[in-house]
């Protein structure tokens, strides 16, 4: 069982930045891929970045690609989401979620584990 916590969210100016930060309990969260999905009201849960388990591969749509940077500490069990040039449009809560292999890691279905979000919040 891996149990995940979010922080980092907040209330930003569009071109702002924040850094989201997601601690992981257990042992053998080297062995996770870990992903960053993002909901908005009435909407699906959509991709935002993903990050194999040495932290080497990366992976982000389009829509945040050279703004939104992953990474990970396995010494400390903890992934997190750089944000920059923030804009309104991504305004959303904010999950970390964790799986066991690298495939269908834009599928938010496919992760195991879940936060319970941190919401973040762009203003015009």
């Known amino acids: 069982q891996v149990q995940l916590v979010e922080s980092g969210g907040g209330l930003v100016q569009a071109g702002g930045s924040l850094r989201l930060s997601c601690a992981t309990s257990?042992?053998?969260?080297?062995?996770?891929?870990m992903g960053w999905f993002r909901q908005a009201p009435g909407k699906e849960r959509v991709f935002v970045a993903a990050?194999?388990?040495?932290?080497?591969?990366?992976y982000y749509p389009d829509s945040v690609k050279g703004r939104f940077s992953i990474s990970r500490d396995n010494a400390k069990n903890t992934v997190y989401l750089q944000m920059t040039s923030l804009k309104p449009e991504d305004t959303a809560v904010y999950y970390c979620?964790?799986?066991?292999?690298?495939?269908?890691?834009?599928?938010?279905?496919?992760?195991?584990?879940w936060g319970q979000g941190t919401q973040v919040t762009v203003s015009s």
């Open positions: 257990g042992r053998t969260f080297s062995g996770y891929v």
């Open positions: 979620a964790a799986k066991n292999a690298y495939s269908g890691i834009t599928d938010y279905k496919e992760y195991d584990y």
């Open positions: 990050v194999s388990g040495n932290g080497a591969g990366t």
